[in-house]
């Protein structure tokens, strides 16, 4: 996904990220897998942040969701995505009404937001209660620490040379994200959601979690 709120990094800076996103992370059959955990409601409303270019959009509605919303910083990105509405948002401020939504979609998001509490306000914010905030992070494992060592030492031919650059760029922000891990669920807790599911994959997981 798009570094959607990452105040920090702006507009500037994701240019070369955003060059490489559309060589990286297109396994359709490993984003169905992984948003089947999530059994989706056909009439839930439904907002991804940090959308992109709309691949987890697509697959939700060739999985019959019908009430979709796509959100990004990035009109780039948002210029690409067909099919679903979609409206240029900042996770800190979403163009949405208080409650007005049964569940987010947060994909390889939260771990470019800085300071993370806000976010989470925003988005149990526009959530209804009981609705759902449906996470996919890294987490630190063996495999993902093997792989990033890798990545530092080994000369990736494309079109893995892309996602090492993309690493490579978001580096520091990846591992202080991995460091943090520990406390997700506990911040989690703290704002006002309840863990529903928690399925740990080989490099990260996937929480659903309930606002309360």
């Not at 697959?59 to 009430?67: I, Q, V």
Request: charged fraction near 25%; charge should be positive.
């Amino acid at each position: 996904m798009s570094p959607t709120a990452e105040r920090v990094s702006g507009h500037r800076e994701s240019e070369a990220w955003e060059a490489n996103y559309f060589r990286t992370r297109r396994n359709l059959a490993l984003r169905r897998r992984r948003l089947g955990y999530f059994a989706f409601h056909p009439e839930e409303r439904i907002v991804e942040i940090g959308c992109g270019d709309g691949l987890n959009l697509r697959l939700l509605r060739e999985g019959g969701c019908r009430r979709l919303v796509g959100t990004d910083i990035s009109l780039g990105l948002l210029a690409h995505v067909c099919g679903t509405p979609v409206v240029a948002g900042d996770v800190f401020a979403l163009p949405f009404p208080d409650g007005a939504v049964d569940a987010v979609l947060v994909d390889s998001v939260l771990h470019h937001l800085t300071p993370l509490a806000p976010s989470l306000a925003e988005l149990r914010r526009v959530l209804r209660p009981g609705g759902r905030l449906c996470v996919l992070e890294p987490r630190p494992t063996l495999l993902r620490t093997l792989l990033d060592r890798a990545m530092d030492v080994v000369p990736f031919p494309p079109p893995l040379r892309a996602r090492q650059l993309t690493y490579f760029e978001e580096r520091d922000t990846y591992q202080a994200w991995l460091r943090y891990f520990p406390a997700l669920e506990g911040d989690l807790r703290a704002a006002g959601f309840e863990t529903a599911m928690a399925k740990r994959l080989p490099f990260g997981i996937a929480l659903a979690c309930r606002r309360r």
